[in-house]
Each structure stands twice: as C-alpha cells, then as structure tokens.
T-cell receptor
Framework: DTEVTQTPKHLVMGMTNKKSLKCEQHMGHRAMYWYKQKAKKPPELMFVYSYEKLSINESVPSRFSPECPNSSLLNLHLHALQPEDSALYLCASSPPLGGSGARQPQHFGDGTRLSIL | AQSVAQPEDQVNVAEGNPLTVKCTYS??????LFWYVQYPNRGLQFLLK??????LVKGSYGFEAEFNKSQTSFHLKKPSALVSDSALYFC???????????????????FGAGTRLAVHP
C-alpha cells in the first residue's frame, strides 16, 4: 500500500470537460509534486509546492491548474486538455529540503491514468 | 548541469542468476543517489539511496547498489533474480549543492530514462 493516495485511478474526459485530480498524504511532508509520465518514460516534473506555496512551475500549459488547499492535499484542475495530455499523472511528497529532508526520497502515489478523447 | 544515464533500455536475466542494472551520473558537486522501481499500473517505489558513508548500500527486496565516485556510477545489483523483479527501474540523482540554492523546500530529482528488467523462468 502506498502512503500517497491518488484519486481517481482512471479518468476519461473529452477535450471540453473540466475535471480534477486529487492527491492526499498524511506523512507530514511539506513538499508535494505533480509529475506527468508517458509510457515507459521517466516522470516529468510539472509543479512543486513547498509549505503550501507554488515553488516551481516547469512551464506547464495553463490548461493544468494546481492547487494546494492544505499541507495534506494537492489538486490538479484540468480544462480543455489535448489528446497529447493523455498520460499517467503522479503525485509525490517529501520532507522539505531544509535539515535532513534533502536526504529523504520522494514518496509516490499510484497515479491517475488520464485519457483524453 | 545534473544528468543521469541508464545505458541499457532492457536487461534480460534468468531466474536465480545475478542481475545488474547500470547507472552513471553527472553533478557539479557531491550526489545524493536513488533507485526506484515501477511495476505495471503502479507508481514509483523507493528501493534504496546513497547519501554518504559506506559505498555499498542495501535496500528493499534484496537489492543493493554500489557507489563508485571515480566512475561516477551507482549500479543496482541483486545476487539472485526473481521473476517478480521484472519491472521498470529508474535511477535518480540530486546535487547536494541544491540544498543551498533551494532553501525553500524544493527537492528536485533528475531521473534516468529507465531500464526494463525482464527475469525469465
């Protein structure tokens, strides 16, 4: 069982739909991440939240909108996606970089498999 | 710039034989190194890490990895492969220098391209 929970596991949506992905962790981690992963490729970093503030946006199109309501939750709002956005979306969390946190691995959820029709 | 290379797209090994999955890295300072495994329809699972100290690191499921600073390598090994070890393996690196620059809590990992391990009965 993973300690990072992502819902839904699968999502099929049309290009005009609006949907949201949800991620939850209860490990007390103060850094949370969204990654996009295509089949048999490494994860690509999209966003990083640190202490509930957006720290990094890796030039992600505005049709992806992240939100971090509190230290345990991370959302990714989707609107007007394109077929090339079909992928596995992974959430991860880790201790913050300060102190010993830099030495700790990121913990990943099992992802949401997104298909755009 | 940081980078990670996994030179083999796929490694094939017979069950019971030893396995090695190769990883080399490039960082400006000293590295933190990680191995992750991904089974089908799952997220990445942490296997082991090298931070400092003993060059031989032991991790989950009987895996170990050897850090070699002169060869800038961190190869993943297991003495006796199982069919259930078949999965996609990712090596990742973070430069310790990032600790100073990214004091706001950002912990960026650079991943290799991945190596598919196939263990045959």
């Amino acid at each position: 069982d993973t300690e990072v929970t992502q819902t839904p596991k699968h999502l099929v949506m049309g290009m005009t739909n609006k949907k949201s992905l949800k991620c939850e962790q209860h490990m007390g981690h103060r850094a949370m991440y969204w990654y996009k992963q295509k089949a048999k490729k490494p994860p690509e970093l999209m966003f990083v939240y640190s202490y509930e503030k957006l720290s990094i946006n890796e030039s992600v199109p505005s049709r992806f909108s992240p939100e971090c309501p509190n230290s345990s939750l991370l959302n990714l709002h989707l609107h007007a996606l394109q077929p090339e956005d079909s992928a596995l979306y992974l959430c991860a969390s880790s201790p913050p970089l300060g102190g010993s946190g830099a030495r700790q691995p990121q913990h990943f959820g099992d992802g949401t498999r997104l298909s755009i029709l | 710039a940081q980078s990670v290379a996994q030179p083999e797209d796929q490694v094939n090994v017979a069950e019971g034989n030893p396995l090695t999955v190769k990883c080399t890295y490039s960082v400006s300072g000293n590295p933190y190194l990680f191995w992750y495994v991904q089974y089908p329809n799952r997220g990445l699972q942490f296997l082991l890490k090298y931070i400092t100290g003993d060059n031989l690191v032991k991790g989950s499921y009987g895996f170990e990895a050897e850090f070699n600073k002169s060869q800038t390598s961190f190869h993943l090994k297991k003495p006796s492969a199982l069919v259930s070890d078949s999965a996609l393996y990712f090596c990742a690196v973070r430069d310790r220098a990032e600790e100073v620059r990214f004091s706001g809590g950002y912990n960026k990992l650079i991943f290799g391209a991945g190596t598919r391990l196939a263990v045959h009965p």
